[in-house]
Nanobody, 126 residues
Framework: VQLQASGGGLVQAGGSRRLSCVASGFALNLNNYVFFAWFRQAPGKEREAVACITPGGGPTYYLDSVKGRFSISRDNWEKVVYLQMSSLEVEDTAVYYC?????????????????WGPGTLVTVSS
């Protein structure tokens, strides 16, 4: 199983960015059993869960500080998970990671996820 995140970069505060995570190597159909999440880790801070999406595309869960600004979605046919980020703030600067776990539901704990992709850096400038 491989997860490959992309879409990071430099963006001005108030701007938008969309991250993508391509999943490969899962057996069966993703929408039957795989939960995806986005985590982030800012410099000098602990990793935190940003959003999670269930196999069928809903419900979704969000970190309080990103509610109303970020949206997680998935395309099970293309095996891609997205994180649409809007109204970005300097505090959103972090390395963003895509993670996946089969069957067991969304979790805010990084240790609960079996699969991780390399991070993609999002830098929000003031």
């Amino acid at each position: 199983v491989q997860l490959q995140a992309s879409g990071g970069g430099l963006v001005q505060a108030g701007g938008s960015r969309r991250l993508s995570c391509v999943a490969s190597g899962f057996a069966l159909n993703l929408n039957n059993y795989v939960f995806f999440a986005w985590f982030r880790q800012a410099p000098g801070k602990e990793r935190e869960a940003v959003a999670c999406i269930t196999p069928g595309g809903g419900p979704t869960y969000y970190l309080d500080s990103v509610k109303g600004r970020f949206s997680i979605s998935r395309d099970n046919w293309e095996k891609v998970v997205y994180l649409q980020m809007s109204s970005l703030e300097v505090e959103d600067t972090a390395v963003y990671y895509c993670a996946a776990r089969p069957f067991q539901g969304c979790s805010g704990r990084g240790g609960a996820y079996n699969y991780w992709g390399p991070g993609t850096l999002v830098t929000v400038s003031s």
